[in-house]
């Protein structure tokens, strides 16, 4: 998928690198990770879906929190600077834990401006799509 969206390139790579990463290490030395780029009309979704042990529902409320970590050696900072990151880009950030292994990251950005335009004019020339989701438990959303 190719998009444009707004903001700083160094400063979102982090934030992929940084979800990458800890969905690698939490899946010890085996494991999936799948990163599934999706594009909607005035975004896009980067998931990240690794096939670990996944996160206790009630440590998931706290794993943007600064100084909460669950690694021997972390400080707890790396999900709280993504957070701060990607909110600072007006976008969002979704964990969903689910029970019996396995998390999802979903990273939501706003495209660029002239890019959203095109996709405004593409979408209203199309039928509406209307699409669903589930509720999963362990599932919140960071973000505006």
């Known amino acids: 998928v190719?998009?444009?969206?707004?903001?700083?390139?160094?400063?979102?790579?982090?934030?992929?690198?940084?979800?990458a990463k800890n969905g690698i290490e939490a899946m010890g030395e085996q494991g999936?990770?799948?990163?599934?780029?999706?594009?909607?009309?005035?975004?896009?979704?980067v998931v990240f879906d690794d096939k670990g042990p996944g996160?206790?529902?009630?440590?998931?409320a706290?794993?943007?929190?600064?100084?909460?970590?669950t690694k021997e050696s972390g400080v707890g900072m790396g999900l709280a600077i993504c957070l701060r990151i990607i909110t600072a880009h007006d976008g969002t950030v979704r964990?969903?834990?689910?029970?019996?292994g396995g998390t999802s990251m979903t990273v939501r950005l706003p495209v660029a401006q002239?890019?959203?335009?095109?996709?405004?004019e593409a979408s209203l020339a199309q039928p509406p799509v209307i699409e669903g989701e589930g509720v999963?438990?362990?599932e919140l959303d960071y973000g505006t």
């Open 95 to 100: 964990v969903t834990s689910r029970e019996g």
């Open 2 to 19: 190719v998009c444009a969206i707004s903001g700083d390139r160094s400063q979102i790579r982090q934030v992929f690198l940084n979800i």
């Open 32 to 45: 999936e990770l799948s990163m599934v780029v999706t594009r909607r009309a005035t975004s896009i979704d």
């Open 62 to 69: 706290r794993i943007f929190e600064p100084f909460y970590t």
């Open 136 to 138: 999963v438990e362990g």
């Open 114 to 120: 002239r890019e959203a335009a095109r996709a405004l």
């Open 55 to 60: 996160i206790e529902p009630d440590k998931v």
